[in-house]
């Protein structure tokens, strides 16, 4: 089975970046990749997704223009930019195919806060 590891969540103030990484243990190529994430009680939720080729990418509304998706598939690595972070942002962000149909690694903790 592929397994899916991320990283890159740090605790930041509002306002600002994070780029988050995540590293399949087998190849991505064929596969619509996206980015969830699950704030404290509540679901998870789809936060942005990203076509095999990377031509083509959609976001969450919460996140438009604030997020930029991308994909390494030579390194078998999903990229999620994100700028201009909220309080809101905070989560745990995992990556998955666009149907969630991998098995979920641990993600990766986000905490925006002053």
């Known amino acids: 089975q592929v397994q899916l590891v991320e990283s890159g969540g740090d605790l930041v103030q509002p306002g600002g970046s994070l780029r988050l990484s995540c590293a399949a243990s087998d190849t991505i190529r064929t596969r619509n990749m996206a980015w969830y994430r699950q704030p404290p009680g509540k679901t998870r939720e789809l936060v942005a997704h990203?076509?095999?080729?990377?031509?083509?990418?959609g976001y969450a509304d919460s996140v438009r223009g604030r997020a930029t998706i991308s994909r390494d598939n030579v390194g078998r690595t999903v990229y999620l930019q994100m700028n201009s972070l909220k309080p809101e942002d905070t989560a745990v962000y995992y990556c998955n195919t666009k149907t969630g149909d991998w098995p979920w690694g641990q993600g990766t903790q986000v905490t925006v806060s002053s």
């Open positions: 990203i076509s095999t080729l990377g031509s083509v990418t």
